[in-house]
């Protein structure tokens, strides 16, 4: 009997073994532009303490926020090239990669975070990541940024016909540029490192971000007001390097998917509840902050119509279909 039940927890200690997970010590370099206490960076820091703690301290990520490693054009490049190994940025940017990601900066037509939250972790997000590795990186889960709003400094912007001749800085991104142009603005595609600067003296008239990006930058202290337009959701989009994603095994490239999908659940809460909290300490600070009226929103939305159908058509046909089915948006 003491045989068999030697045999028997020799086997299990070999199964055991034969099913252990296996992780090498490893030091990922994480990059954002956003700054220290913003929603996309806080899932950083999430993620980093997650990752330690699941590969028993193996596999550590350290954050690099405030664009330390450089803007999101040139972290991308250096994912793609093995220099650096992960990074979150606006997935909508993806579409210098890859044009279908610029179905995500489709403005105004995006306004129920849930409906967002279902499309981007199913088929959507789906169809979109698996177009990544051709460009040298891979997709790992969708974060959030939030709902964009734009500010200025020059008058108070209540409809379509005060943004008119406004400076305004945009991503760069010509999708975006095109939807600045149809809202009667002068778009100016500029680096986020160089914002601030430029909103100081007067390079720029204004800008475009979430509120708690616009607190955490200090945007509002050289930008006097501030309107609620709502025009683009922005989902984030975490990236790993390929380089770096093949030297991986399968149980870390396991273990850094399943970690990278559990954090979005809390990022994007943290997410969700900053906004409002952002938007208040702004308007604390003496911001005027101005609601767009319903009127005043369809104007914007017709504006940017041509936009929409211009991308819309260069786009795959199934994605386009189940993001404006699920919205409930139609072009006629």
């Keep these: 009997m003491k045989k068999i039940v030697g045999i028997l927890l020799s086997l299990a200690l070999l199964g055991g073994t034969a099913h252990a997970q ?18 996309p960076v806080l899932g950083m820091h999430i993620f ?16 690099f926020a405030n664009g330390v490693l450089g803007g999101d054009v ?8 093995g220099v650096i190994e992960m990074m979150v940025w606006n997935a909508g940017n993806m579409i210098s990669q890859e ?15 849930g409906v967002m939250d279902r499309l981007l972790d199913g088929d959507v997000g789906k169809k979109l ?48 540029v ?29 800008q475009e971000t979430t509120a708690p990006f616009m607190l955490g930058s200090k945007y509002y202290e050289v930008q006097k007001y501030i309107t609620v337009t709502r025009h683009n959701y922005n989902p984030q989009i975490v990236l790993i390097g390929k380089p770096f994603w093949d030297k991986l095994n399968k149980d870390e490239q396991a273990l850094i998917i399943d ?19 952002a938007l208040d300490k702004i308007r604390a600070a003496g911001n005027v902050v101005s609601d767009v009226s319903p009127a005043e929103m369809e104007n914007m939305k017709q504006a940017v119509k041509p936009v929409i159908a211009k991308y819309a058509q260069t786009f795959d046909p199934d994605i386009t279909t189940t993001v404006f089915d699920a919205v409930g948006f139609k072009l006629d």
């Design 22 to 39: 296996e992780y090498n010590s490893r030091m990922i370099k994480f990059a954002a532009t956003g700054q220290e206490g913003t929603p």
């Design 48 to 63: 980093a303490k997650k990752l330690a703690e699941r590969s028993g301290n193996k596999l550590k990520a350290k954050v």
């Design 74 to 81: 040139q972290v991308l490049s250096s994912l793609q090239g």
């Design 99 to 113: 044009k279908d990601f610029g179905i995500l900066d489709l403005p105004f037509i995006y306004q129920d975070v």
């Design 129 to 176: 990541t698996d177009k990544l590795p051709a460009h040298n990186v891979i997709g790992l889960a969708f974060w959030e940024q939030g709902f964009r709003l734009l500010s200025n400094n020059r008058r108070e912007v209540k409809g379509l016909k005060d943004m008119s001749g406004l400076k305004i800085r945009v991503q760069q991104n010509p999708l975006l």
């Design 178 to 206: 095109d939807m600045w142009s149809a809202l009667g603005t002068n778009p100016t595609p500029m680096g986020i490192s160089e914002l601030y600067s430029a909103l100081e003296t007067g390079a720029v008239d204004g």
């Design 259 to 277: 970690v990278a999908r559990e954090t979005a659940i809390e990022q994007r809460k943290i997410s969700r509840d900053a906004q409002t909290v």
